[in-house]
């Protein structure tokens, strides 16, 4: 990254920290005033990364993420629910053995091993 970049992405984080210390510096009756300060030092600080190589590289990321998530073919309707029914079913045999070995466990220690039966 370059020395402007880095530059560039202090600015920012400059922006973003002066926005937050308007939040606390306004007073407690100034709601939407001290909202406002948090959301212009985000734009702000937006601004000054968008002009930047790391805020270009995030947006062409972004961009690509959007295009593969388009590529994803989802489950219907009637797919979803008999996975979902599958999963309760797996859940529920998966309960019922832990069960069984607790107690199995439980009796052969407290019975045999330590004879309080």
Known sequence: MESIDKIKVAAALLLVGLGVAGFYVLPVDQGALRSLSVVAGLLLAAAVLWFSQPGRDFVEYARDSVKEAQKVVWPTRKETWQIT?????????LALFMWAVDSALAKFFYDIVLGRG
């Open 85 to 93: 029914g599958v999963v309760f079913l797996f859940v529920g045999v």
